[in-house]
């Protein structure tokens, strides 16, 4: 009896300490996040790609693809801006465990077992912004698709650092039925090996 007190003790106190890490992660990540529009441009974006993929006439199409260009630069912007800002952030806070489930502490507890929160931003920023420039010219539809990926990894990314990997795969699943996996295929190539080296995939 003593001993399934103590566990259920320590189950208890392991999830009040990991609620807390992951309430003053939000909070960290939201007050930075908070001063820009990025969320709301990502939907405009997501949005408009549909909304231009499902037009039928080819003036109006070309008319839609020409206002979202300018969405993703404004977009490219703030999130460059975003990343350089998180960048002040102290290195112990940043660190993002790669353990599947959220540990309390584990990135002080097992610190080779981590990355940088901040040095993914500026990964995903370059992605953003290179995708944005279409330097690989893609065509409209192939740029939305990569783009879309661009930004959904970014959010899992987030997701991640706030929670843990597992819950962000879950959350990327859930609200836009792509996988984690999938998404790492559908990003730019740069993105791809600078994420993966990374994170140690």
């Not at 993703?72 to 975003?82: A, T």
């Not at 993914?120 to 290179?130: P, S």
């Not at 792509?178 to 740069?190: G, H, I, K, N, R």
Request: net charge positive.
């Amino acid at each position: 009896m003593e001993i399934l007190t103590l566990v259920t003790l320590f189950v208890i106190g392991a999830y009040i300490l990991r609620s807390r890490e992951q309430r003053q992660r939000i909070a960290l990540l939201g007050s930075h996040l908070g001063r820009y529009q990025i969320e709301r441009l990502m939907e405009t974006l997501t949005e408009g790609y549909l909304r231009c993929l499902g037009e039928d006439d080819a003036e109006r199409r070309q008319q839609i693809w020409s206002l979202l260009d300018s969405t993703e630069e404004k977009l490219s912007g703030q999130f460059d801006s975003f990343a350089a800002a998180f960048a002040r952030v102290d290195a112990a806070d940043a660190r993002v465990s790669k353990l599947p489930l959220a540990v309390p502490f584990a990135h002080k507890l097992f610190p080779a077992a981590t990355f940088d929160l901040r040095e993914a931003l500026v990964i995903h920023a370059r992605g953003i912004a290179e995708v944005m420039r279409n330097e690989a010219s893609r065509t409209p539809k192939s740029k939305a698709f990569t783009m879309s990926a661009e930004l959904f990894l970014m959010q899992h990314t987030c997701h991640w650092f706030c929670k843990s990997k597992t819950v962000a795969s879950a959350r990327m699943l859930a609200r836009h039925k792509t996988s984690y996996e999938q998404l790492l295929e559908a990003v730019s190539p740069a993105t791809r090996r600078a994420y993966g080296t990374l994170i140690g995939r």
